[in-house]
């Protein structure tokens, strides 16, 4: 874990390289979870390129400069930084500095390594807990910073996109985060300095053996863990990641007396034709698709947390039978799902022939298998067959 956070039991934060201040979860990583997921921000938004990926895990070069970008790009809050922890900022006066500032400008300020490493989350759980306006001051230093992109304000894009969503939620202006422009001399700022940070890669073996068994006792504990998920388990982190971000937008929608837009959160369809075959669930990093069975009615089906999804897609590209469709952007004319969706409903049977439990097998009380299997010996000998018994046709005698 991070120095300055308490350890938690249900999951564990490795550093990424020798006094860097990088750490990684692996079980929340989309990456590096045993059913990955072609997720490339953190590397697409390093400014220096410090992310070394292979086939069997990640590192971080001697380019890394701690700026955060990785992290506020990372969706599934697998990656952490020094200097961007919410406690330290709350308990700042309500403006943000870059770290290059030095505190007799700063004041009270909080200083982070680099504006840019506010994520949308961050930015937006400060506007929950305060009714006071939040400020990150520009001091005109990014665009030639060696820490950041090249960016004008780096900072932009996460205060837009949590104006945006204040906007739609009706919260008053005088409460949303603002961009102070307040320009220094480049020769006021606290000379830049690479943080070190060896390459110290991590196997996906390595990162998964030392806490595979505190992951599991964690997972038993979890009502939305079911015992065929094997290694792929729901994240701990991914769901306290998502709902932070879901709590937060609750509190400011209650607030302004409005309802939270649909839109703000995937959703998942399921056609009729799904089998229940629970590979989606299996798949889903963070748990929000899971499956139920309520033993009172025999029926079972899948349940859906929209506020828990990460949108990753594994589900709709992992279903066998291509039964699942989902809208990354929700459905900006209804209001959010507040709570767990039961999206299907199927009363469990038995095969007539090979006596296993099935939902939506093939007519005659087959399951799938058995009536593909009665569907090829009609195809080869042209036989009728009802309930898996032959029950006419003609053969030559041998």
């Not at 403006?95 to 994520?119: H, N, T, Y």
């Not at 937060?248 to 302004?256: I, N, P, Q, T, V």
Request: glycine letters at 10%; a positive charge.
């Amino acid at each position: 874990m991070m120095p300055s956070e308490q350890p938690d039991t249900r999951t564990t934060f490795h550093s990424l390289g020798g006094g860097s201040q990088v750490w990684l979860c692996a079980d929340a990583c989309l990456a590096l979870r045993p059913a990955r997921s072609p997720c490339s921000r953190c590397r697409d938004a390093c400014p220096v390129q410090a992310f070394e990926w292979t086939d069997t895990g990640v590192g971080l070069n001697v380019r890394c400069t701690g700026c955060g970008l990785c992290a506020a790009a990372c969706p599934s809050g697998s990656i952490r930084v020094g200097g961007f922890e919410p406690a330290k900022l709350q308990s700042s006066v309500q403006r943000i500095e870059c770290a290059r500032v030095p505190d007799a400008i700063a004041g009270a300020a909080a200083k982070v390594p680099c504006l840019g490493g506010l994520s949308s989350t961050v930015v937006l759980g400060l506007a929950a807990g305060s009714r006071k306006p939040w400020t990150v001051v520009d001091r005109g230093w990014c665009a030639t910073c060696g820490m950041g992109n090249g960016a004008a304000v780096i900072a932009d894009e996460p205060l837009e996109f949590v104006t945006a969503l204040l906007d739609v939620l009706g919260v008053a202006k005088n409460r949303w985060p603002t961009i102070a422009h307040e320009p220094l001399p480049p020769d006021a700022a606290i000379p830049f300095k690479k943080k070190p940070a060896g390459p110290n890669a991590m196997s996906r073996r390595g990162l998964f053996n030392p806490f595979a068994r505190m992951a599991e006792k964690a997972a038993s504990r979890s009502a939305s863990v079911t015992a065929d998920r094997g290694g792929c388990k729901p994240s701990h982190v991914i769901q306290l990641h998502r709902k932070r971000f879901a709590n937060a937008l609750g509190a400011l929608a209650k607030d302004a007396q409005s309802d939270v837009p649909a839109a703000f959160f995937p959703v998942i369809e399921v056609a009729a034709h799904c089998d229940h075959k629970g590979l989606c669930a299996a798949l889903c990093p963070s748990g929000a698709l899971r499956r139920y069975e309520n033993e009172a009615t025999g029926s079972v089906g899948l349940q859906f947390d929209s506020q828990a999804c990460v949108a990753c897609g594994l589900c709709v590209t992992g279903c066998p039978s291509k039964a699942l469709r989902w809208l990354p952007a929700g459905n900006a004319d209804t209001p959010a799902a507040s709570s767990v969706q039961t999206l299907t409903q199927h009363t469990r049977k038995v095969c007539t022939q090979c006596d296993s439990p099935f939902v939506n097998g093939a007519m005659g009380g087959l399951c799938t298998r058995c009536g593909a299997d009665r569907n090829l010996t009609f195809s080869f000998f042209g036989t009728k067959v009802a309930n898996s018994t032959v029950s006419e046709g003609n053969f030559d005698d041998q």
